[in-house]
């Protein structure tokens, strides 16, 4: 793995990373419009578990059922975090391509999310994303690519 993170960059424990997300005052609206909240975070398999809080007056389509557009979001915003976690904080990765398959329709409710990268690259990283009912049934998965991008260089 090729890390983005500077040597002058504050290493964070998993804890550290987890407390920051559960602690922002600055949530973006889209991750309040899927209910997102940080489970865990491992740094040393790149991954982290999500929690999506579905509410049916904001996600459903005419059949009761969460629209797929609101699963794609969910599996883009663990793969997303997964990156952020995997360059240490030090990054953002915007997100290239995504290939998703859904297996179940979603239903209101909560939403377990897992996001993982697979291989961290220079200009690429590769992610996976899946996303389970409460009963830990698999509902949709996704992979993609992102481009690693430095939070400097992305806020300019």
Avoid: H
């Avoid at 973006?28 to 909240?37: A, D, E, K, N, V």
């Avoid at 979001?73 to 975090?81: G, H, I, K, P, Q």
């Avoid at 897992?114 to 590769?126: C, D, L």
């Avoid at 698999?138 to 430095?150: E, R, S, V």
């Amino acid at each position: 793995m090729t890390d983005v993170a500077t040597p002058e960059a504050e290493t964070l424990t998993d804890d550290d990373i987890l407390q920051r997300f559960l602690r922002t005052k600055n949530q973006p609206t889209g991750s309040q419009t899927l209910g997102f909240r940080m489970v865990s975070v491992s740094q040393a398999d790149r991954s982290v578990e999500v929690e999506f809080d579905a509410r049916a007056e904001l996600l459903l389509n005419p059949m009761k059922q969460i629209q797929g557009g609101y699963l794609c979001a969910m599996l883009d915003e663990a793969m997303s975090v997964a990156c952020m976690v995997a360059s240490g904080m030090t990054a953002v990765a915007p997100t290239l391509e995504m290939k998703t398959s859904f297996l179940r329709p979603g239903q209101p409710g909560k939403i377990k999310g897992i996001g993982k990268v697979v291989k961290w690259g220079r200009q690429v990283a590769f992610t996976e994303g899946e996303l389970y009912d409460p009963e830990g049934r698999l509902l949709a998965k996704a992979t993609g690519t992102a481009i690693p991008t430095p939070f400097q260089k992305y806020k300019k």
